[in-house]
């Protein structure tokens, strides 16, 4: 089957690194991808990694290594508006689809203290 | 404004009932995407459309059916036969062609009573 690990809860202070990490079983891997979700909100795409690497976008940067399965999400200069979900999404073939689909992780719900 | 819209925000039913969720999009993509977020849970796809006239069943269809008969518009049904349908209900769409960031409407929450 299709798995992703993702921890279930992070906590941080204003200003601080934080790092959420994902670890995935696939077939047929395009991708990995992060979203963010504020709490009854809709997710927001942050990044998508399809070679190995570090991408950087801001204060938020998305690394993946391919042959460990494994990718994560670093966040930088915490404010308290990115107390949210965080979600890890790989992209996968299905059918005879040209785009894949996505399969998400569970999320990580992250608090930003003062 | 271009962007992605479901209505209703909040939906009650009686059990046994069918009922349609509406999505729709201006953005002008091709694909769209439906899928189910239960509490502290990621989320599932239920089906999703490359091309009009055209889906796929995604991870957990059973209980649910679509039509895409506009480009613009890809309305979900639950029926009766979804086990335990009250979900918040979110729809998606991307440009397609390898395009990958994922954009999503605002939700709709569904309630079984």
């Known amino acids: 089957g299709q798995s992703l690990e993702q921890p279930s809860e992070v906590t941080a202070v204003e200003g601080a690194i934080v790092q959420i990490n994902c670890t995935y079983q696939?077939?047929?891997?395009?991708?990995l991808s992060w979203y963010q979700q504020h709490d009854g909100g809709a997710p927001t795409f942050l990044s998508y990694?399809?070679?190995?690497g570090l991408e950087e976008t801001g204060r938020f940067s998305s690394f993946l290594s391919r042959s460990d399965s494994y990718g994560y999400l670093l966040l930088q200069e915490l404010q308290m508006k990115d107390s949210a979900s965080y979600f890890c999404?790989?992209?996968?073939?299905?059918?005879?689809?040209?785009?894949?689909?996505?399969?998400f992780g569970q999320g990580t719900t992250l608090q930003v203290k003062p | 404004d271009g962007g992605i819209t479901q209505s209703p925000k909040y939906l009650f039913r009686k059990e046994g009932q069918n009922v349609t969720l509406s999505c729709e999009q201006n953005?002008?993509?091709?694909?769209m995407y439906w899928y189910r977020q239960d509490p502290g849970q990621g989320l599932r796809l239920i089906y999703y459309?490359?091309?009009?006239?055209?889906?796929q069943k995604g991870d957990i269809a059973e209980g649910y059916s679509v039509s895409r008969e506009k480009k613009e518009s890809f309305p979900l049904t639950v029926t009766s036969a979804q086990k335990n349908p009250t979900a918040f209900y979110l729809c998606?769409?991307?440009?397609?062609?390898?395009?990958?960031?994922?954009?999503f409407g605002p939700g709709t929450r569904l309630t079984v009573l």
């Open positions: 998606a769409s991307t440009p397609g062609q390898g395009k990958n960031e994922q954009f």
């Open positions: 696939t077939s047929g891997f395009y991708g």
């Open positions: 990694n399809a070679l190995d």
């Open positions: 999404a790989v992209r996968v073939r299905h059918g005879s689809s040209n785009t894949g689909k996505l399969i």
């Open positions: 953005l002008n993509h091709d694909a």
């Open positions: 459309s490359q091309i009009v006239n055209d889906f």
